[in-house]
Structure formats: structure tokens, C-alpha cells
């Protein structure tokens, strides 16, 4: 897992010590919370921005390291960019480009709700050891497949990064197309020859573990239980988004 170890951002804070299964039942209960926040409402989309700040800073991440890894959001982005000129219905000028109203809310709704999201996300993945985390989700009794999927995910991350970077290498001393198009179909033509690559080698890995007496369930490291504090001091966060929640609600009316 040495690869998912280079999310983690070291540290001592009562976030990095809080157990990984109630790390992942707080996340999962604000971001729930914050998709319901009604459209229109900002205010509580702020709000609920400002609360998981509070989360980051005392979990001392640096404001750097949280910028850079959101660029996983670019595609929300492009979305988000592209629906108020698609949408449908009254328009409105913006610096001379006409722009439909209802596309300009529901791009500003998505961009806020996925960006909290990825902070929450990133949030997690920055204060939770990979093994930790799979021991979190075995405590919560999720389906022992999908353990056993994230288990291996994260295992050979690191190897498939690695085949990733030595067919980068070997495209370009063989003298990759120039321009933009040639470079597209070349790295288009990486990524297939990669998934065929790893799904190969995943199923020569079921077959080396089937003929080493596997049973289909993996033997995981139990993480160790939370204490009503630590579940008290979670809640925090996704109460206050459902607080937030239902206040805007009421407002919308």
C-alpha cells in the first residue's frame, strides 16, 4: 500500500487519531447532509463550508497539499462551466455571453456540493493510514468483496503506477507523435494496453491465491473500537450539516 501511503499527511491531531469506521460514517452522513441543502440556499452551503474548514485546520493540513489534490474535481468543473450555456429558459447576459438562470443555479449548487465533497474526501484520505481505512470498513461490516477489492486496489496501486511510468518511458524514447492529437492516441492506446495488462495480472493473482488454499475471505487486522467521545466528537460535523439542512429547508419552504 505504499502507493495510497502517499496521500496521508503525518500528524498527531484528533482527527488523524479519530478510528477510520467513524472517520467514514462522519463523512458519509455531511456529504448526505450537505446534497440535501435545497437550491437557491447558499447561505447554508457556505456555512457547511465553513464548518469543514474548522475540520481541515484542526487537522493541520496544509492549504496547499488540499488545493493540489482537488484537481480530481476538474471534470465537476467542466460540467458545472458548460450548464449554464446548455440549459434551457430565461437567460441573462454575463459579460455579453447570454447564460440561462436555472443553468447558472444549478451550476453553482453542483461546483459547491462537489467541491465540499472532495475536501471531505480528501479530508480522510489525508488522516487514515490505507490500512486502517480497509480495517474501518471490515468494522463496519461492509461486504467482504468490496473490502477485498478496495484491499487489493490499494495494494497494487503502487504497481500499476509503476507499469504506468515504464510504458510512459518506453513511448517516449521511441519517439512518441508529436502534437496534440498524436500524443492523445498514444496515451489512449497506453491506458487500453494497461487495463488489459492489469486485469491479466489480476487474475493470475485469484489463481496463485486459489492454489495456495484461498477461500474466498481474507483474514484483515481488526482496527480497534471507538469510545463514545470519539463517536460524540465525529457527530459534530454531520449534525451541523443536517442542522444546516433543515433550516434551509424551512427557509426554502
Known amino acids: 500500500m505504499a502507493a495510497a501511503d502517499g496521500l496521508l499527511v503525518p500528524g498527531d491531531t484528533a482527527v488523524h487519531r479519530l478510528p477510520a469506521h467513524v472517520k467514514v460514517v462522519a463523512l458519509l452522513g455531511f456529504v448526505v447532509a450537505v446534497v440535501l441543502v435545497p437550491p437557491r440556499q447558499w447561505w447554508a452551503l457556505l456555512a457547511a463550508a465553513a464548518v469543514l474548514a474548522v475540520v481541515v485546520r484542526v487537522a493541520r493540513l496544509p492549504a496547499v497539499v488540499v488545493v493540489r489534490r482537488m484537481v480530481v474535481e476538474v471534470p465537476f468543473v467542466v460540467f458545472a462551466l458548460l450548464l449554464p450555456v446548455l440549459a434551457t429558459g430565461p437567460r441573462v447576459d454575463v459579460l455579453g455571453v447570454p447564460l440561462a438562470v436555472e443553468g447558472l443555479v444549478g451550476a453553482w449548487n453542483l461546483l459547491a456540493k462537489a467541491t465540499i465533497g472532495v475536501v471531505a474526501a480528501i479530508t480522510l ?89 484461498w477461500t474466498g475471505r481474507s483474514v484483515l487486522v481488526q482496527g480497534r473500537a471507538a469510545t463514545a467521545a470519539e463517536w460524540a466528537g465525529a457527530a459534530v460535523l454531520p449534525l451541523a450539516a443536517a442542522v444546516l439542512a433543515v433550516v434551509a429547508w424551512s427557509v426554502a419552504g
Do not use: C, K, N
Not at 134 to 146: F, T, W
Not at 149 to 170: E, G
Open 125 to 213: 484520505a489525508a488522516t487514515t493510514t490505507p490500512r486502517d481505512l480497509v480495517a474501518g470498513l471490515e468494522r463496519l461490516r461492509v461486504p467482504d468483496a468490496l473490502v477485498q477489492i478496495v484491499a487489493f486496489m490499494l495494494r497494487y496501486l503502487a504497481v500499476v503506477a509503476d507499469d504506468l511510468h515504464r510504458m510512459r518511458i518506453a513511448r517516449e524514447s521511441r519517439g512518441a507523435p508529436p502534437g496534440w492529437w498524436g500524443q492523445l492516441r498514444a496515451v489512449a492506446a497506453t491506458i487500453g494496453a494497461l487495463f488489459v495488462r492489469t486485469y491479466e495480472r489480476g487474475e493470475r493473482v485469484q489463481q496463485a491465491m486459489l492454489a495456495r488454499g
